[in-house]
T-cell receptor, first 113, second 114 residues
């Protein structure tokens, strides 16, 4: 039931792009994306709802492919501040009146100067 | 500013001891959640509460207990039955118990065994 994130880790130079994927074996109502710095609380990035929408904010955007039950997070022109661990959290269709999320194992992103 | 406050930041537990982690929110959120995070892993749900005076078990509830007597408070007790309690514990809340709501997290409590 846990979504699978790929890759597990990625190292970038400043200015490079990255894509992080999150795949579920269950039909989803929503996919959440969070970023966590070491020893800190996760910070909300965005939610994508069933319907295959794409959302974005500045240089970080995401898409949700409803047919594949897969979401992708796009980081363009990466900055040092993008370093951290990225988690997707999935809300399974039919259980969406609880707010429960099942989180992936995380993708560690390191941006080097 | 509104937010979630977890205390203490660090906690040490002796063998056979119960310890309680505090989580308080002033966001007026209905739903609250407790997660456990082990090194290099994702977040696993321990308990959640959709409304005051009600709570349900998550995926790893064994060895833990909670209460929700007030809307703003959702304390977690790690009992002596939890044999491997060393982890980072995160409390979160959402305005309503729906999957279209972002989860707001506290700064966490790091629990270790003495």
């Amino acid at each position: 039931q846990q979504p699978v994130q790929s890759p597990q880790a990625v190292i970038l130079r400043e200015g490079e792009d990255a894509v992080i994927n999150c795949s579920s074996s269950k039909a989803l109502y929503s996919v959440h994306w969070y970023r966590q710095k070491h020893g800190e609380a996760p910070v909300f990035l965005m939610i994508l709802l069933k319907g295959g929408e794409q959302k974005g904010h500045e240089k970080i955007s995401a898409s949700f492919n409803e047919k594949k039950q897969q979401s992708s997070l796009y980081l363009t022109a990466s900055q040092l501040s993008y370093s951290g661990t990225y988690f997707c959290g999935t809300d399974i269709l039919g259980a969406s009146n609880t707010g429960k999320l099942i989180f992936g194992q995380g993708t560690t992103l390191q941006v080097k100067p | 500013d509104g937010g979630i406050t977890q205390s203490p930041k660090y906690l040490f537990r002796k063998e056979g001891q119960n310890v309680t982690l505090s989580c308080e929110q002033n966001l007026n959120h209905d739903a609250m959640y407790w997660y456990r995070q082990d090194p290099g892993q994702g977040l696993r749900l321990i308990y959640y509460s959709q409304i005051v005076n009600d709570f349900q078990k998550g995926d790893i509830a064994e060895g833990y207990s909670v209460s929700r007597e007030k809307k703003e408070s959702f304390p977690l007790t790690v009992t002596s039955a939890q044999k491997n309690p060393t982890a980072f514990y995160l409390c979160a809340s959402t305005r309503t118990p729906r999957g279209n709501q972002p989860q707001h997290f506290g700064d966490g409590t790091r629990l270790s065994i003495l």
